[in-house]
């Protein structure tokens, strides 16, 4: 057991590096503090953008030091500076703080950090308090204290010999929200920012979708934490020569939160186990006026079967005034696999590392990159047609939702049922699963793989339609209407859109879930911008199931993008549980039975935004692209270390 931990805890650190990497992930050698490295020099070509100038310097400069805070916690941080910078050269920085170690002992400045030296800029990283070589606790995710010390690293950097005044700040999944959350300071020098495969809604969109517990996910994260944050492997400071100063830091993490015994005392939205905090004290949406009142320029990027990334990146891009230019994929999390179910060599990647310098170069050097034309844009990836589109609104231009009901013989229909009476009984298969490399557990490393879901869905309650009559856009939330009742007061109830293909095989597109327990669609306004159905998940608007009672269940599914092609069927398939992410509900007794009801009084439907094929064709997009290439096939079995984490 406790290897198993360990080597979770060493994947975390590992993976969480290589998801900042500009190209490939590379293991960074290891090298002597003070020793000089050679930066990462990027493509060979000059990538296609306005006002972009060769890499200037070739080797960078380390430093690790202690900054302490206003309340005496030492807040442990690397510096990686371009060598050879002239004297009275002054550069902008770039802040990614990270709760998975900065570095580990004698490790060199890796890719990305040596990536952006080389274009001169400064890179500072840093183990966020209670955490790495940083001493105090660490009482919640992105507690107070910790916004208030990103604060304070900007106030630092400024003051540096090397420092232009203008820093930016990036982050993957737990940096990225925090690369949010700093702009909550509202400090002058913060004028940019990248957030990357983050989360918005902390409640919604990774720990509790739909209300259901995220159970693997959070118990997984939660002991590779703690492995991380009681081992001595992390880099020192330079100064802590005999690694006193690393001991008593690692004595005072002793004290962190155990989020997993918190969160399964969680229920409702505003349950409160995390000390005197519920997860909204901490979610990202909690803070959006602070962050939309610092007007910091915002580059976000979400992934469409990166658990709810592509969801928060949407409604980061609707619900904040900032700047914006949102970016979503078909990746995992992290972003380096493309996890397109349609992936071939034709299909389009993004040149990661040039999107974030060129975003850097406009707002950390006022070099006009042309990244910026409008103010706000959203860019985004149509799997199966394998092209990126843009748009500057949601839901996007020529979209409107089309109704397909549950029908007889497990059909799909355009057509609403006629019948007075009619449902499908449904005993739900508690051994019903997704698979270990889904969308869920990506958050922890490795690719999104979803094989043909045929077999699998024979466990479930499908319905499927007639062959498509032509090429058929899905862009947008989709939104679905159950009429159930159950033998349980509670349950879980799991809806994925599939595409069936002329030979039968089954492939996953999206999916969206709901408890039971939180059906009742609230009539107050919610705290920001959504598209589907707002369930407040309070404890007020709780209602368990009335045993033989006709309840309706009304929510959406996570936002996609997907070109269906002529001749395939879409497919509903309805489950009661994932057994490889998600806690079981109820979590005992017999499997409950399911009737869902398909008649004229009660009909069960799905509606789809479905896109008019014109009203996008060939536009042209403010993105720097590149064909993935032939190695796309083998990409979706790449190591776990090659991949996104939190």
């Known amino acids: ?67 302490t805070m206003r309340d005496g916690v030492k807040i442990a941080v690397d510096v990686v500076l371009p060598k050879g910078l002239a004297p009275g050269a002054r550069i902008p920085a770039i802040v990614d703080q990270t709760r998975y170690w900065r570095a580990r002992k004698g490790q060199a400045p890796n890719s990305y950090q040596r990536f952006f030296a080389s274009y001169g800029y400064a890179v500072v990283w840093v183990d966020v ?35 232009n005044g203008r820093v930016g700040a990036m982050g993957n999944s737990y940096g990225g929200n925090a690369a949010l959350l ?4 509202n400090h002058p020098a913060l004028k940019a920012i990248i957030p990357r495969h983050f989360e918005f809604d902390e409640y919604r969109d990774v720990p509790f979708p739909g209300g259901i517990f995220n159970d693997w996910m959070v118990r997984a994260w939660n002991e590779g934490n703690h492995q991380l944050d009681l081992n001595a492997g992390v880099r020192p400071v330079d100064a802590d020569g005999d ?145 990126w589109k843009e748009t500057s609104t949601w839901p996007i231009s020529g979209s409107r939702m089309v109704r397909w009901y549950m029908t007889q013989d497990q059909a799909l229909s355009q057509s609403a049922p006629t019948a007075s009476s009619g449902s499908d009984l449904y005993t739900v298969d508690f051994e019903a699963t997704t698979g270990e490399k889904n969308r869920w557990r990506t958050q922890l490393g490795g690719p999104v793989v979803y094989p043909d879901r045929a077999a699998e869905d024979r466990r479930l309650l499908v319905y499927t339609s007639s062959p498509l009559t032509e090429d058929t ?111 079981r509900i109820p979590m005992n007794g017999p499997p409950p039975v399911i009737t869902l009801e398909r008649n004229r009084r009660n009909a069960s439907f799905i509606e789809l935004p479905i896109i008019r094929r014109n009203s996008t064709k060939d536009a042209p997009v403010n993105l720097l692209t590149a064909p993935v290439g032939k190695s796309a096939a083998t990409a979706q079995a790449a190591p776990a270390v090659m991949k996104g984490l939190r």
């Open 1 to 67: 057991m406790f290897r198993r931990f360990l080597t979770l805890a060493f994947s975390l650190l590992l993976v969480c590096a290589s998801a900042m990497l500009p190209d490939m992930a590379v293991r960074a050698q290891a090298a002597p503090q003070g020793q000089t490295h050679a930066a990462s020099q990027g493509d060979a070509a000059a990538p296609p953008y306005k006002g972009y100038t060769a890499p200037q310097y070739k080797e960078t400069v380390l430093q690790s030091l202690y900054l």
């Open 129 to 163: 308090r209670g955490t790495g070589a940083s001493t105090g606790s660490w009482p919640t995710p992105w507690s107070r204290e910790e916004i208030k010390d990103g604060g304070e690293v900007v106030e630092w950097i400024i003051h540096q010999s090397w420092s």
């Open 182 to 185: 700093m702009s909550v300071t």
């Open 243 to 387: 690694e006193s100063l690393l001991a008593e830091a690692i004595k005072a993490h002793a004290q962190n939160i155990d989020l997993y015994s918190a969160a399964q005392q969680v229920t409702y939205r505003d349950d409160r186990p995390f000390g005197k905090s519920s997860i909204d004290d901490f979610s990202v949406h909690s803070f959006r006026e602070e962050i939309g009142k610092s007007q910091v320029a915002i580059n976000s990027w979400g992934g469409w079967l990166d658990a709810g990334t592509a969801d928060a990146a949407i409604k980061s891009f609707m619900t904040l005034k900032n700047p914006q230019r949102v970016i979503v994929g078909a990746w995992n999390h992290g972003g380096s696999q493309d996890a397109s179910p349609y992936l071939s060599s034709t299909s389009t990647g993004v040149r990661r590392q040039f999107e974030w310098l060129r975003f850097f170069d406009y707002y950390l050097k006022g070099i006009e990159t042309g990244v910026m034309p409008s103010g706000r844009t959203l860019l985004y990836y149509t799997m199966g047609e394998e092209k």
């Open 473 to 583: 856009e899905i862009t947008g939330y989709p939104v679905v209407n159950l009429r159930v009742s159950s033998t349980a007061s509670d349950g879980a109830f799991f809806v994925y859109l599939e595409d069936v293909d002329e030979s039968g095989r089954v492939t996953y597109l999206t999916e969206g879930q709901l408890r039971a327990l939180h059906r009742k669609v609230s009539p107050d306004k919610p705290p920001y911008w959504i598209e589907t159905p707002y369930h407040s998940f309070k404890r007020t608007d709780g209602a368990p199931l009335v045993a033989g009672e006709v309840a309706e269940l009304r929510f959406g599914l996570l936002p996609t993008s997907v070109l269906i092609r002529k001749g395939h069927r879409l497919r509903i398939a309805i489950a009661g549980h994932d057994k490889s992410t998600f806690q």
